[in-house]
């Protein structure tokens, strides 16, 4: 397992131009993020939801690279995204799935079959063009230009380290610097 955020600082060293839809990595995305008008950060919509926007958003906009960091309990909510995306194909999907087996923002209950589940198998098998899985940042850090470099989409499966989060969701440091409206003014803006 690895920290989100030493993952994080290594794909922004490959990230180029990607639009980025940092999900769950949202707080730390935001201090590593040097092209924040191409971020597109949701906060925390209804579990399950980043990866059908992410997917739309590889649809509408096949000309550019989108990238989501999504997390195991949101996949688990939403699992008929990965059949869909793997139908449709999009070239310029990369689906970054940060697993610390745990629902760590709603206080650290487990998720259940935690241990036993490769995702990286599920997307396989539901039809991804490629699909990864990663334990050690290392490893990680010496694919990641290639990874970035493959035709989607792809899933990327990594064993993130729990951090938990115990306070009420309203007494938690703030992280986002926009509101929902400045980043779509921003991504408008940049997509033209």
């Not at 310029?92 to 206080?107: K, P, Q, W």
């Not at 926009?178 to 991504?187: G, K, M, S, W, Y």
């Amino acid at each position: 397992m690895f920290a989100a955020a030493d993952m994080l600082e290594i794909f922004q060293r490959h990230r180029g131009n990607a639009l980025v839809i940092p999900g769950r990595g949202g707080r730390y995305w935001n201090g590593i993020s040097e092209i924040p008008e191409r971020d597109i950060p949701l906060g925390d919509p209804a579990m399950g939801g980043h990866a059908s926007f992410a997917f739309g958003l590889a649809e509408a906009r096949p000309d550019e690279k989108v990238v989501l960091f999504d997390s195991e309990g949101d996949v688990l909510m939403n699992l008929g995204a990965l059949a869909t995306i793997a139908e449709l194909k999009p070239r310029n999907f990369y689906h970054f799935l940060m697993d610390n087996e745990s629902y760590a923002t709603t206080g650290g209950q487990p998720v259940p079959n935690a241990t036993n589940i490769s995702y990286a198998g599920v997307a396989r098998e539901v039809g991804y063009a490629s699909t990864h899985f990663y334990d050690d940042l290392e490893e990680l850090a010496g694919d990641m230009e290639a990874i970035l470099n493959e035709p989607g989409p792809v899933f990327i499966h990594m064993k993130i380290a729990p951090e938990i989060q115990n306070l009420p969701i309203g007494a938690r440091p703030q992280w986002q610097t926009r509101t929902l409206e400045e980043v779509l003014r921003d991504v408008k803006n940049t997509l033209g």
